[in-house]
């Protein structure tokens, strides 16, 4: 059974209206939509609401809630955005909206990564812009792609920013973009943790030029050359590597080799080796998988992003990002709830309520809140036999 205190601080209090409240003036400032009729932008945002809350889809919103738009008009103004590059910047200032303190102009760890999202059936020639070729996944080889790039900071791990990543967009491009969005927050690299995906000769080439710390995981391959010739003897070391390809050269990297002893985990025995291309990054080399291990922050936001995200089988690249970075902007904003108003100063680093106020809890507030302005149905009727 959870305890909870049997006093309570009239400061540190949040209720339900209050989270809906700012969740909405939040999210209509930073991506607004142009109504026709009778319903306005927030009633529209309270149907999304309530349905990324739920991990729903719009069709059995619509039917369970009174007084609010039908699906129909739901995708007949989502339908109306038309300009990605638009409504990138909307969705990033939304992202960026809601941070708790000493996230702007400061230095810190980052992550990028990519999330795929499984397409199936014939591309479209409004669709085929925005999809992805990637190795087979879920059935399929094409996605709708995102990339993020992540704060990793204890208590403050939020999204900075959000890509969709066009058909033929090059890692170098994506990386670029990402890292630009950074610019109004003013927040520096102290160290960059990518994902193997992004282990090739231009993005080393492209990070080396700008002189940007990172640690990148390297892609073992060949039987008894390549990177397989480095995973050797019994002691982790470093060593320059001469990364090659055919079709854009070569670049000189550091790469360091760890190794590991299994010690029977998952009934495996012997040396397990670890490779990592390392750039200006002062960290001892056993020491690397711990520092890298900070790196799967991104993953669990993925997961946590997934418990918010609205399902949809829509083909629209334009609504697919906004119902994907919808759900990233829950999650800061949950955030940045913790920090802004449950959470206390005290000797040896601020107090925050985490166990009080989970995300969880924050779409249930969200749920009951809307409920409280539009009713759930209790009667189902059905038209009289003519």
């Not at 909206?97 to 996230?103: D, K, V």
């Not at 927050?185 to 943790?193: I, P, S």
């Not at 904003?333 to 995300?359: C, D, H, M, P």
Request: net charge positive.
């Amino acid at each position: 059974m959870k305890s909870y205190p049997t006093s309570v601080s009239p400061e540190l209090t949040l209720t339900d209206e209050a989270t809906l409240d700012a969740a909405l003036e939040h999210v209509l400032a930073s991506i607004p939509l142009e109504t026709q009729g009778i319903y306005s932008p927030q009633e529209i945002y309270s149907v999304l609401l309530w349905a990324a809350s739920r991990h729903d889809t719009i069709e059995p919103t619509c039917q369970v809630l009174e007084g609010v738009p039908s699906s129909n008009d739901i995708r007949f103004h989502l339908n109306k955005l038309d300009d990605m590059s638009q409504l990138e910047d909307q969705v990033n200032a939304g992202l960026q909206g809601r941070l708790p303190e000493r996230i702007a102009n400061h230095r810190h760890r980052l992550a990028i990564d990519l999330h795929l999202i499984p397409y199936y059936g014939a591309a479209e020639e409004t669709v085929r812009p925005y999809l992805y070729r990637s190795q087979a996944k879920a059935g399929t080889t094409t996605f709708f792609a995102y990339a993020t790039v992540y704060v990793i900071r204890r208590h403050q791990r939020v999204t900075l920013a959000i890509h969709a990543i066009a058909r033929g967009e090059t890692l170098v491009a994506t990386l670029s973009y990402l890292l630009s969005r950074l610019t109004p927050l003013r927040v520096k690299v102290e160290r960059l943790y990518l994902d193997r995906g992004f282990y090739s000769v231009p993005v080393i080439r492209w990070l080396q030029a700008l002189r940007m710390p990172f640690i990148m995981p390297v892609v073992i391959r060949g039987k008894q050359g390549g990177t397989r010739a480095l995973c050797h003897g019994r002691c982790s070391y470093q060593t320059p590597y001469l990364l090659k390809s055919q079709d854009y050269g070569t670049v000189s990297c550091q790469v360091a080799v760890v190794c590991r002893y299994r010690k029977g985990t998952r009934r495996q025995h012997g040396i397990h080796y670890l490779l990592f291309v390392v750039y200006r990054v002062k960290v001892a080399t056993q020491q690397l998988p711990q520092h890298y291990r900070a790196r799967f922050g991104i993953e669990t936001s993925y997961r946590i992003k997934n418990a918010c995200r609205i399902r949809t089988t829509t083909r629209h690249p334009l609504v697919r990002l906004l119902f994907v970075a919808l759900a990233f902007i829950l999650v800061n904003l949950w955030v940045w709830l913790l920090w802004t108003r449950l959470s206390a100063t005290r000797r040896g680093g601020r107090r925050v309520y985490q166990e009080y106020f989970r995300l969880k809890t924050m779409l249930e507030f969200l749920r009951h809140a809307i409920e409280r302005r539009f009713p759930l149905i209790h009667v189902v009727s059905i038209p009289a036999s003519g």
